[in-house]
């Protein structure tokens, strides 16, 4: 009787399932970078109003923002859909911002529950209250 070494085939097998497996994941979890811009990119001691245009989030689903104040509360924040390239471009009135110095913060939050999703994608900017200068 012929033996047969199949741990050529077996390495083969692993290999691909494992290329499968990250390939699946690739279209399920995005692994683009964020494109955003925000308009101004600091704020006026009165109310005033923020431009948002953001691209690369989730497709059709939700980002959070909040700004972050330099003791780590968030003051202010809100959500927006995206559309399909995971983008939107919407504003806001930030009414009751304090002079302070902001992260302003965005990230994939599918469920609304204020949690960054698992793998899902963020970008911060700082935003300062009042504008120096």
Known sequence: ???????????????????????????????????????????????????????????????????????????????FDTNSTGGFHDYTIADGLLPNIYTLRFFDDKNNDYVKDPNGLEINFTYAVPCNG
Not at 15 to 42: G, R
Not at 64 to 70: P, V
Not at 73 to 78: I, K, L, N
Request: hydrophobic share 40%; net charge neutral; charged share 15%.
């Open 1 to 79: 009787m012929k033996k047969y070494d199949y741990s050529f085939f077996s390495s083969s097998l692993i290999i691909f399932l494992i290329f499968l497996n990250l390939s699946n994941l690739h279209s399920i979890y995005p692994t683009s970078q964020v494109i955003a811009d925000i308009e101004p990119n600091c704020g006026l001691l009165k109310d005033h109003r923020i431009n948002m245009t953001v691209n690369g989030f989730n497709k059709n689903g939700n980002v959070y923002w909040e700004f972050i104040n330099s003791k780590g509360m968030v003051d202010y924040y809100g959500y």
